[in-house]
């Protein structure tokens, strides 16, 4: 970190800086509106009003009704919770459709759902081919009469890549499945409506979309058989035990919203500048490529690979000029193996080692596209000089 210089932030599939106006809206909750939002006298209930608000900002985005909104505490409470309760609620069934590129808080829960729950479960990880998309055909045969839920994530967080969920929800409706998405890396990145999709359960974080860490939200299609996550008090009708978290809560809402207003700036300003930061690293830098669908992927996100450069050696050097990105998801690094989801793509090894994953917001600049365009490539210019694999002439 180099404190002359401003930080360029690129690393927005990690997480996000609140938003002014998210700050705004949560600080009086931190303050003097601090009662309880289930007390009786009218003191808890203004603050009662401002979760009521929240709640009705967040369905909006979604396009879904205020009483199928859960707030629970991050985008893993919301995946555990929406999986467990298929499971108790079909207790029978002993087979879940899921794919090799969930984030961790799908994938981990999947891999270890015999422990958790002390029964026997056979899990089919759906492949993917080298763009990160699923075969609809794979799909079709590996529901069976059997399972309890599909767990597929509706954008991938490594290379954006959109897997089309609502037909795959569709799909799992026809035999009587329950359709679980994660759809942490997509709320507010691309427009949808589940009040016409079959999607029973829907996961999203407040910290991808400029709220703060630790407060989620549960999306719960009516109707779909429920058992919580959390027990205890009668908070969110039941459904998820525990005081509100107030101030997070009006905050998710309030960033809700935003991302509302400033999707078409996401889906046009910003793929642009994620497209001139795409073109001009891949045709300026020699043997990098782009790894993931081109066209089905997030407006914000690009994950290009550098051969024969270490994705922690680029990252290290970018931060001398304060660009923060990615290398694999920052759940995985610190280990040095390449990301699954590029592994589970095929991507090569040499290749899938020197990965770098560049997410945008709303809050880059052209400017800061022009100075990573400037400092990258002679930086992989100069790691690839002590490469040893490296072809030198
Ligand atoms: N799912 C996806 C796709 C994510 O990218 C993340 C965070 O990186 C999560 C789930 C977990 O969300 P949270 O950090 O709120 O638990």
Redesign the pocket.
Known sequence: MNNEMPVIYMDN??TTMVAPEVMAAMEPYFGGLYGNPSSMHSFGGQVGKAVANARQQVAELLGCDEDEVIFTS????S?STAILSALRANPERRHIVTSRIE?P??KNLCENISIFTGHPYRVTMLKVDEEGLIDMDEYAESLRDDTAIVSI?WAN?ETGVILPVEEMAVMARERGIPFHT?A??AVGKIPFSLRDSEIDFL?L?G??LHAP?GI?VLYVKRGTPFAPFLTGGHQEDGRRAGTENVASIVGIGRACQLAADKMDEENGRVKALRDKLENGLLSSIPRSLLNGNKELRLPNTANISFEFVEGESILLHMDRYNICASSG???TSGSLEPSHVLRAMGVPFTAAHGSIRFSLSVYNTEEEIDTVLEKLPPIIASLREMSPFWPKK
């Open positions: 599939n990690a991050c985008g893993t409470e995946d984030h808080a799908v994530m967080n994660d942490v890396q996961s974080s910290h991808k860490k989620g998801s920052a759940c």
